[in-house]
């Protein structure tokens, strides 16, 4: 695999980082029903979170291949390619988002979604609560994880 570049991501990009988000939750959440058609994500990413978040992409052999988007002190996307998982575009991604928050960062992920909590207890991150999904889009119980700088 050829080396991963993280960049902001351009009104150009927001297609490519739509269809990212797309394969890589299809992959990794198949049992979590989306609250939205790919149309609606496609335009949510358009419209409203490359413009208006700052939005990072990871580009390799000229392609979008990763998102991570952080909003305020939350990391609120991070998702990759399906077949790039595990090559160390995440970690990559988590440490820029440190760096950018080094006051600490939050995030949510689903309950179900195991690699997900690894990973980012891996980095630091301490889970601080769990909910029933009452209060997220697709209904899907969730965990809210904290990072705060002294944490590796």
């Known amino acids: 695999m050829s080396a991963v570049a993280l960049r902001r991501a351009t009104a150009a990009d927001a297609r490519a980082v739509a269809d990212v988000w797309l ?26 979170v490359v413009p ?58 689903f309950q179900v979604n195991t690699p997900a909590h690894r990973f980012y207890e891996r980095h630091g991150f301490v889970a601080v609560e769990h909910t029933d999904g009452s209060g997220n889009e697709e209904r899907e119980p969730d965990v809210r994880y904290v990072w705060r700088p002294g944490r590796p």
């Open 52 to 109: 208006l978040q700052e939005t990072w992409v990871a580009d390799a052999d000229d392609r979008v291949v990763g998102l991570m988007v952080l909003d305020a002190d939350q990391l609120s996307q991070l998702y990759l390619d399906p077949g790039r998982r595990g090559h160390g575009i995440g970690d990559e991604f988590v440490g820029l988002a440190k760096r950018r928050r080094p006051d600490g960062l939050s995030l949510w992920t």
């Open 23 to 48: 394969r890589s939750f299809a992959a990794a959440l198949p049992t979590v029903v989306r609250a939205h058609s790919d149309d609606e994500v496609r335009a949510w990413f358009r419209e409203v």
